[in-house]
């Protein structure tokens, strides 16, 4: 007979992958502070002890969550040009953030000592290597475009309403705020935005090219 879970479902096999995605699923659904070994046990229909059988703890699990999620960034492939490779990587970066809210501060903070963020490292500096520039210049150009990737997804949070309103709204909030003929800079782009909603995608790209565009023109003649 199948051994079954609390509520009387059959009991799929435990493993380390099954805990990883079902801690995903469970922090894309209620936010990342909500992850909780007790709360992970329980969506799985398990005792919480039974979980160590596969992360030895709450570090652990994060570092599992990170290695999968570093996986479904489009990293670069020797066969494409510097500058696609690393458009492709931003952009994949961007809708992995829109999946998993909370992958940016995890993969920030956790990546760089682990295999997978080692190998995700090592791929990106290759391609700038191999379009001409120098290691010390292909590690600033990578970090810059980190640094990016990773603040625009921490601005778009922070600039995100609770109350379902969009970005012409926060606008509309921030020209209330303002006195009569004071700040007259912030009034008015306050005032373009109230009209016209915030494209995300355009202004990353905007930003993205600019980088890549700068990138360039450090690039060897030929």
């Known amino acids: 007979m199948p051994r079954r879970t609390r509520d009387g479902e059959p009991r799929e096999t435990l493993s380390r992958e099954r805990v990883l995605r079902a801690a995903m699923a469970l922090a894309d659904k209620r936010g990342i502070d909500a992850l909780t070994m007790r709360e992970l046990a329980r969506r799985l229909g398990i005792e919480a002890a039974s979980l160590y059988n596969h992360v030895s703890g709450k570090d652990d699990l994060l570092t599992g969550m990170t290695d999968l999620v570093i996986a479904e960034i489009d990293l670069p492939s020797e066969g494409t040009g510097w500058r696609e490779a690393m458009r492709r990587r931003a952009m994949s970066a961007r809708e992995l953030f829109e999946r998993h809210p909370w992958a940016a501060a995890l993969i920030d903070t956790r990546m760089h000592a682990e295999p997978s ?35 625009y997804e921490r601005q778009r949070t922070i600039l995100a309403r609770d109350d ?14 303002i006195p009569p003929g004071a700040f007259p800079a912030l009034a008015a782009v306050a005032a373009a935005y109230a009209e016209q909603p915030f494209d995300e995608n355009a202004g990353f790209a905007f930003g993205l090219d600019l980088l890549l565009d700068g990138i360039e023109r450090l690039l060897p003649a030929g």
């Open 164 to 177: 379902g309103g969009d970005s012409t709204d926060t606008a509309q909030d921030v020209g209330d705020a």
């Open 117 to 151: 963020g080692l190998a995700y490292a090592d791929r990106v500096l290759g391609t700038l290597l191999r379009a001409g520039l120098s290691p010390a210049v292909a590690g600033n150009a990578f970090l810059v475009l980190d640094s990016y990737i990773y603040g």
